[in-house]
């Protein structure tokens, strides 16, 4: 019996002094200071009471509401894309290789690992996409002239959609940051994107003299 109440009595004991030995006073060691550093959130709260005061609140808003608006009438133009100077065509496959298992909502298996998919033949390209520099006029007369009459996606790689829309009552794209592009590897405009059976024909032919004197 003593080997077993003996670890027991002595936890016990341990238990008991612990509290005594938690609270011992060790006294003050040091020169303590007082925190005079300002709370930041009362800093930040002045500073924006301050700004309301003086009306820079309005005009930061203003200021923010002009550059909104200005990049939604005239995007940033994507960069890298020259004038086509010479034409350069080549075939674009699309097919993917699927990197893992799609099911549907239920669970059972719609394509597997490492099936080659061809999105065309699914989804193909109705109508050709046209890339161009929306501030060349020649570029802008070649496209409408040449597309009147078909619903081609006019995309631009720099200029003012909105602008031209209401000026030619026609819709225009933008290549935001140039993803469409940089996909197709196009590097100068004017450039078409065409489906030839399950592939893409792509482009880039420069517009002649005698249609920039049309322009």
């Not at 099911?103 to 394509?111: H, Q, S, T």
Request: positive net charge; charged residues 25%.
């Amino acid at each position: 019996m003593r080997l077993i109440t003996l670890p027991i009595c002595a936890t016990a004991l341990a238990l008991a002094i612990a509290p005594q030995a938690m609270a011992r006073d060790y006294g003050q060691h040091g020169t303590v200071w007082p925190v005079v550093e300002p709370d930041l959130l009362q800093q930040m709260h002045a500073r924006l009471t301050q700004l309301e005061k003086t009306g820079e609140t309005a005009r930061l808003n203003e200021e923010l509401k002009r550059r909104t608006i200005a990049r939604v009438n005239r995007p940033e133009p994507v960069a890298g894309i020259s004038l086509a100077s010479a034409i350069r065509s080549w075939r674009f496959d699309p097919t993917i290789t699927v990197e893992r298992d799609i099911a549907d909502d239920k669970g059972r298996l719609i394509i597997a690992a490492g099936t080659r998919v061809n999105p065309l033949d699914t989804v193909p390209l109705r109508a050709p996409l046209v890339f161009l520099d929306g501030d060349d006029p020649a570029q802008l007369a070649w496209a409408t002239r040449r597309y009147a009459s078909t619903k081609a996606k006019l995309i631009l790689v720099r200029g003012a959609p909105l602008e031209l829309m209401k000026a030619r009552q026609r819709r225009f794209y933008f290549d935001q940051g140039g993803t469409l592009v940089k996909h197709f590897g196009i590097r100068a405009v004017p450039a078409t994107v065409e489906q030839q059976g399950r592939a893409l024909l792509i482009t880039e032919q420069p517009v002649t003299p005698k249609e920039r004197a049309q322009s």
